[in-house]
C-alpha cells in the first residue's frame, strides 16, 4: 500500500499530468491533460497503485473486476490480482456491452468496475447496467484518475482527483484569453 505522497510522487515522476490548454475527447477543455498510460506502462507501478487502489476493495471480497478492452484494462488487471478475483472484459456488441465471450459474471457475484480514467461518467453506468443484467451486484468502482462530477449509486475509489475541471468551450477561460491548445505529450518517457 502506498501512502498519498508515495502516489503523488510516482505520478510526478512519471509526469502523468501536464499544465497547459487542452481538449479532452474533442468536447470539454481543461487546464491540465492526463496520462495514464506513462505510468501504467511500467509494471512495478501499476502493482502498487492497483494494490492500493485495492485497499477499500479487499474486506468487500469482489468475485470478479470488470473493466473495458482499452488501457484501463492495464490498471483492472493488476486490480484484479490485488483482490484475488477475476479480470472479466466487457466488449461492445450491437445491442451494446455484453461480457467478453468465453467470460460470465455469476448470479450474486460482487464486481468492481474499473477505469484508468473516469470522464465520461455514462460508461461506468454502461458497465453497472451489464452487471445488473447478469444478475450481480456492483461493489464500487476503482479508478487511477477521477475527472467525474456525478455522483454514484455506489462508491468510488481514486488515487487522484485533478484540481482542473474538464469544461464546456463556452466556459474555458482559456479560450476566453486567446491561450493557444498545447501540444500533447509523448506518451513514453526515455528512461
Ligand atoms: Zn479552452
Redesign the pocket.
Known amino acids: 500500500m502506498l501512502t498519498k505522497s508515495q502516489v503523488k510522487a510516482i505520478l510526478d515522476k512519471m509526469e502523468v499530468f501536464q499544465d497547459g490548454?487542452?481538449?479532452v475527447d474533442g468536447e470539454r477543455?481543461?487546464a491540465q491533460a492526463a496520462y495514464p498510460m506513462r505510468v501504467l506502462q511500467q509494471p512495478e507501478y501499476a502493482t502498487s497503485l492497483a494494490a492500493t487502489l485495492g485497499g477499500a476493495f479487499r474486506s468487500l471480497r469482489p468475485h470478479a473486476v470488470l473493466a473495458f478492452p482499452g488501457t484501463g484494462s492495464l490498471l483492472a488487471l493488476e486490480l484484479a490480482r490485488a483482490l484475488r478475483a477475476r479480470l472479466v472484459f466487457a466488449k461492445r456488441g450491437p445491442d451494446g456491452w455484453r461480457v467478453s465471450p468465453g467470460q460470465a459474471l455469476q448470479a450474486d457475484e460482487r464486481v468492481v468496475l474499473c477505469d484508468d480514467v473516469l470522464t465520461d461518467e455514462t460508461e461506468f453506468l454502461e458497465l453497472a447496467n451489464l452487471v445488473a443484467a447478469c444478475g450481480a451486484q456492483v461493489t464500487g468502482g476503482a479508478v487511477m484518475i477521477d475527472r467525474s462530477t456525478l455522483t454514484f449509486p455506489w462508491t468510488i475509489e481514486s488515487l487522484v482527483r485533478p484540481d482542473a475541471p474538464l469544461?464546456d468551450?463556452a466556459e474555458?477561460?482559456?479560450?476566453?484569453s486567446g491561450?493557444p491548445?498545447t501540444a500533447a505529450r509523448a506518451t513514453v518517457l526515455s528512461q
Do not use: R, S, Y
Open positions: 490548454h487542452f481538449a477543455h481543461t469544461l468551450p474555458c477561460e482559456l479560450c476566453k491561450a491548445f
